[in-house]
């Protein structure tokens, strides 16, 4: 029986080579965005994932149409950088708005399909940023840190039902991602040029990272799996640093953080 797979923010970088992945593997996918950009084998639904009514009503149609819910990736998100003290409340709540509730309403949306079922497969895109917060883009990181709390909470919520969830912590990745994100330099002047510099050094390493199709087929490949550890880090340099941040006292692995982005 080939798996129907849901795959949010599909239009685009790692979560359309995600949904190609997942179609060469024989799924059934569909992807849920706001834009509507044609690939082959792929079935889209506009969805905002922030309207809880849109995410019902897209879900109920899959389900309408194919009878269930195999996997669920919630990929859909986007970034914001510069000083916390600057930053309006209206931006870091639209990033949490996104990137956590967004996954929220989704899980929410087909977890009664998978628990009727018994089955289902949920993984949510968190980053390396979820474990080693980066300083001038401190809201992405605590809104991918909080990923990591949602999955670890609702993986022993669920488990009786035969559904598994994990999160995936992927680091740099040369994807529409870093032109995507919402940059202030406000106030670079106060923390003497540090914003900018910060966000040049992230900037750097994204545009000189993995390609959105290796981390499109990481992220299939742990989709397809009935099970995992909770937290995957994408790409040996990632987990490397995963490892080094549950091993290294906190204050050292921050302070090596912060030699790298807020000098």
Request: net charge positive; charged share 20%; glycine share 10%.
């Amino acid at each position: 029986m080939n798996k129907v797979a849901i795959v949010t923010g599909g239009s685009g970088g790692i979560g359309r080579c995600t949904a190609a992945a997942l179609n060469a593997a024989g799924c059934t996918v569909y992807e849920f965005s706001r834009r509507r950009i044609p690939a082959e084998g792929i079935n889209h639904i506009d969805a905002d994932v922030t309207k809880e009514e849109q995410v019902r009503s897209a879900v109920a149609e899959v389900v309408a149409r194919e009878g269930r819910i195999d996997i669920l990736v919630n990929n859909a998100g986007f970034g914001i950088s510069g000083a916390a003290e600057l930053t309006d409340s209206r931006d870091s709540h639209a990033q949490l708005e996104l990137n956590l509730f967004g996954t929220d309403n989704m899980t929410r949306a087909v977890l009664p399909t998978m628990r009727a079922q018994g089955s289902g497969r949920i993984v949510c895109m968190s980053s390396i940023a979820g474990i080693l917060p980066i300083p001038f883009q401190l809201w992405y990181s605590v809104s991918k840190a909080s990923i990591i709390a949602y999955v670890l909470a609702l993986q022993n919520e669920v488990r009786p039902f035969g559904i598994t969830v994990c999160a995936v912590m992927p680091g740099d990745i040369a994807s529409g991602f870093t032109d995507a994100r919402r940059k202030s330099a406000a106030g670079d002047d106060v923390y003497s040029g540090r914003i900018e510099r910060s966000v040049a050094v992230m900037e750097h390493d994204e545009r000189t990272g993995m390609t959105p199709e290796f981390a499109g087929g990481f992220v299939a490949k742990v989709a397809l799996k009935n099970k995992s550890r909770p937290l995957i880090a994408m790409g040996a340099a990632y987990k490397g640093a995963a490892v080094l941040a549950k091993l290294l006292p906190r204050r050292t692995s921050n302070w090596i953080v912060g030699r790298m982005y807020a000098k």
